[in-house]
């Protein structure tokens, strides 16, 4: 049976995902108190897998075997970090305006509208949707390409000369460029509440900026199945129109036109519209029932509240007549006076409701020969355009930013490399209790004495002689603690090691490990140490297999270093 799993239902998964991490009240947008760390989704990153891959250069795609996904990273896990709310964003794949390139214009109708390239960033690290690309330009040509670059932060639709018509989406503050702009996504977000509350105050300006957006739309009935854009497809040839000013004594019915072209012949424009382009009737106006050569007066319909003024603009062109499911739109063509073609159309009033909606053209084609127009409504999204970003963009993407800087209070190895991340949800303490710290150190750790000098190698492979428990060297730090992953209890041993668990590490007081590296000429270091009595084996702060593990990337071996830090960008697809 056909089914479709919608991009809206993608876009659902990344919002829950983003909202786990930190639940807020949707009516007064405050956080919810959660003592026990139960209802907000504790979420770590962590690096893990210190020793090579076949090919280090390629790493293998991880699989989702319960042998990986429930066991093996928890074994090679080195250390964990807490992503916070903050520290989480929706993103979009990263489109920079270019000059003289060619964007997608917005529609209702393409059912691959997000692999388009139909929204921009720009330098000023505005976002901009492009909802009209071939409109006639400033030099009386039609658009293509974009060569004028879409500025400002308002609330209305942006004309460029180039013959683009941009929407103002949001604008990405400093902070936010920092954490989450990479080189192929950029950050997107809702920012009002259901009630109206501004979510992302820390935000500033920018986050004001969108909010204005978001509030204009709602402002004006939520936008739903509005028309704002008519896109002119064939632009035709032959219709009768003009622009000028009126002249004499206008009623609020009737005008005399004085337009460069005002020799119609006796009601050749009859059925055409007039809109009035400046004055206290600006974008007012009617359809033409009678038009006198002689006189040059133009009858109309319905009349105005008022009488336009003399020196008023106008323009003439044929009727725009919008039909479909909704109710209330209303457009306005202005003509080629040479061609003939439909040069513009302007939405008057952009309606509701419309899931579909096609125009028509009413004009007095009596002894003309009219090439007829192709207009097509655009029907916007529910709420608006600029209503909500992450939904209009396409925010299926989810970015995840930690910051580890340095070595993290020892917790973070700045001695050896890792080649794998993730994101494990809800992981416990090694004490059962619900993790909530910033960082965690996931390594079994062993404190020594009785070194012999020779000093541990990252990776190499070390040996218990009571447990027979074997494990990867981490990092030798201080000449006497060393910290293990990977560790594996000995499966023929009978002695209860550090975690209660036969055949791993012990040092009580009646047994230490001598912890040595294989010899020199058997491809290890030759270290040996034993443990410093009892407790001196600890195992990592996370209970281990607790909690989920959400998210595996497996990478190239990543170095670092006492001095370095580093943003680790995990990019979710959902």
């Not at 936010?176 to 920012?191: E, G, H, M, R, S």
């Not at 204009?216 to 032959?238: C, D, H, L, S």
């Not at 063509?333 to 909606?357: H, K, M, Q």
Request: charged share 15%; proline share 3%; net charge negative.
């Amino acid at each position: 049976m056909p089914a479709l799993v919608t991009n809206k239902f993608r876009i659902h998964n990344a919002k829950q995902f983003v909202e786990a991490f930190d639940e807020v009240s949707y009516t007064s947008g405050g956080t919810v108190t959660d003592s026990s760390g139960l209802l907000n989704t504790n979420m770590y990153l962590f690096i893990g897998k210190t020793t090579a891959w076949s090919d280090d250069s390629t790493p293998p795609s991880p699989t989702d075997a319960v042998a990986n996904t429930h066991y093996e990273h928890w074994r090679d896990m080195i250390a964990a970090k807490k992503v916070t709310s903050s520290d989480v964003s929706h993103v979009v794949p990263r489109k920079n305006w270019t000059n003289n390139t060619s964007y997608f214009a917005y529609t209702h109708q393409n059912a691959d509208l997000f692999s388009q390239d139909f929204y921009v960033m720009t330098d000023e690290f505005n976002i901009y949707k492009c909802l009209a690309n071939n409109d006639t330009t400033s030099a009386g040509a039609v658009g293509t390409t974009s060569t004028v670059k879409p500025t400002g932060t308002g609330t209305s639709l942006i004309k460029t000369a180039d013959g683009y018509q941009w929407k103002f989406m949001y604008q990405i503050s400093a902070a936010d460029a920092l954490k989450f702009v990479t080189p192929n996504y950029i950050p997107v977000q809702t920012v009002r509440r259901g009630n109206g509350y501004l979510a992302n105050t820390n935000d500033s300006s920018p986050g004001q900026n969108q909010y204005d957006v978001e509030t204009a739309v709602a402002a004006a009935g939520g936008g739903n199945g509005a028309i704002e854009v008519i896109q002119i497809t064939t632009r035709g040839a032959g219709y009768m129109g003009e622009v000028g000013t009126v002249s004499g004594s206008p009623t609020t019915s009737s005008v005399t036109i004085s337009g460069a072209t005002s020799g119609f012949q006796n009601d050749q424009i009859v059925n055409s519209d007039i809109y009035f382009t400046s004055g206290t009737y600006n974008g007012k106006g009617g359809t033409i029932t009678d038009y006198n050569h002689s006189t040059k007066a133009v009858t109309f319909t319905p009349a105005l509240a008022g009488a336009p003024t003399n020196g008023d603009g106008y323009a003439i062109g044929p009727k725009v007549v919008i039909s479909g499911d909704g109710q209330g739109a209303n457009a306005r063509a202005t003509v080629n006076t040479t061609t003939g073609g439909i040069n513009a159309v302007a939405i008057v009033d952009s309606g509701n409701n419309y899931s579909n909606a096609t125009i028509s053209i009413v004009a007095n084609n009596t002894g003309l020969s009219i090439t007829p127009t192709s207009l097509t409504p655009i029907v916007g999204p529910v709420g608006g355009h600029g209503g909500d970003a992450v939904k209009e963009l396409g925010g299926y993407y989810v970015l995840t930013n930690a910051r580890l800087e340095y070595s993290e209070s020892n917790n973070f190895t700045t001695n050896n490399d890792f080649r794998k991340v993730g994101i494990v949800a809800q992981p416990e303490f090694a004490n059962g209790d619900v993790a909530t710290s910033s960082v965690a150190d996931q390594a079994t750790t062993i404190v020594l004495k009785s070194w012999n000098g020779t000093q541990y190698s990252a990776d190499e492979l070390i040996t218990g002689s009571v447990s027979g428990a074997t494990g990867r060297v981490v990092d030798f730090t201080g000449n006497n603690t060393l910290r293990l992953t990977d560790v594996i209890p000995a499966g023929n041993s009978t002695t209860l090691g550090f975690d209660g668990i036969m055949g791993t590490f012990i040092s009580n007081a009646t047994h230490q490990d001598t912890i040595s590296a294989n010899t020199t000429g058997a491809g290890g270091s030759g270290a040996s140490a034993t443990a410093n009595g009892a407790g001196a084996v600890t195992g990592g702060d996370l209970k281990k297999f607790s909690g989920d593990v959400l998210y595996v990337e497996n990478r190239s071996p990543v170095t670092r270093a006492s001095d370095q830090i580093e943003d680790v960008k995990l990019i979710i697809e959902f």
